[in-house]
């Protein structure tokens, strides 16, 4: 069972807060260090220092962690083009070592489009269909050979399709709760699918879409399946009460929606997950000055379910 950190830079983070977070997320052990792809805080708060570029951070990271895998959950596809985010991945993922993953969705928070003036597509899954095609195809042409693409959206011309990444493949991660055309695109690129911040219950329905449409396409592997869910865990009801308030949640909610409470409940509610067929899971970690909370949970959560 792999536990890796996840991180929402947006709600107020500089690199150094996130090299901080990422080096505690090798030395204790845990398998990755992801963050998401936002430019505008979400909610309350002013999100000072700012927003940090997730690629540029990822950058930063391959060059100063030496053994976790680094990702992104999820890159919004509206961002950048296909074949500049191609260049960026492969760059990063030379840089790193060969340790990235890549999760790739079609943008969703209008607002920080508005903010920043990019433009806001109403086609997006469509979109998203041809830059996963688009970037696929340029990481897996061989060297020597040109690539073209004639979409409806993205056109490319006797591409050279370099740099290439340091591996072949770099894992591709697709996820969401859409009933049809998310599990057919996970069915054809994705090497992970993850189910973000669902029930048990629901992530069990959307894991067998999954599998039925990688069926129907004909695939021989398995997918990795994979949840991401927001994390508070304590040694006693005070410090769980104490974590939730530090993120403006409720302890019950958190229980109800997240992995929150004991290490002994925890582990428990990841179990269940498992049932489920999830064997990775993503803890959003929201507040990132709490570096205590991740050697809690490398103590006594990690060994139980690793």
Do not use: C
């Amino acid at each position: 069972m792999d536990l890796r950190i996840f991180t929402e830079p947006q709600q107020g983070a500089s690199y150094d807060t996130l090299l901080a977070v990422a080096k505690a997320t090798e030395d204790l052990g845990f398998d990755a260090f992801f963050r998401s792809d936002h430019y505008l805080v979400m909610g309350d708060g002013d999100g000072l220092p700012g927003p940090t570029d997730a690629w540029i951070t990822l950058a930063g990271l391959a060059r100063e962690t030496s053994r976790i895998r680094l990702g992104t959950l999820m890159t919004a596809g509206t961002f950048r083009l296909p074949g500049v985010l191609a260049i960026q991945v492969a760059q990063v993922d030379r840089m790193s070592g060969g340790r990235v993953e890549f999760g790739l969705g079609a943008g969703w928070y209008e607002a920080e489009h508005t903010a920043y003036g990019i433009p806001f597509p109403k086609e997006k899954f469509d979109r998203l269909e041809e830059q996963l095609a688009v970037i696929t195809g340029l990481w897996n042409t061989p060297i020597g050979e040109t690539f073209d693409f004639d979409g409806t959206y993205y056109q490319l011309k006797d591409s050279p399709a370099l740099p290439k990444p340091a591996q072949s493949p770099v894992p591709v991660l697709v996820g969401g709760m859409g009933a049809k055309r998310t599990p057919e695109l996970a069915a054809r690129y994705a090497a992970e699918f993850n189910v973000p911040f669902a029930s048990v219950e629901d992530t069990g329905r959307q894991i067998e879409r999954v599998r039925a449409a990688a069926k129907a396409a004909g695939r021989t592997d398995e997918l990795v399946y994979s949840n991401a869910l927001v994390v508070a865990v304590g040694k006693d009801d005070a410090e769980v009460a104490r974590r939730a308030a530090a993120i403006g949640r409720d302890v019950e909610e958190l229980k109800a929606n997240g992995l929150a409470g004991s290490p002994a409940e925890v582990v428990d509610k990841i179990g269940r997950y498992a049932e489920q067929g999830s064997t990775r899971f993503y803890l959003q970690v929201l507040d990132l000055s709490d570096l205590e909370h991740l050697e809690l949970i490398a103590a006594q959560v990690k060994p139980q379910v690793g």
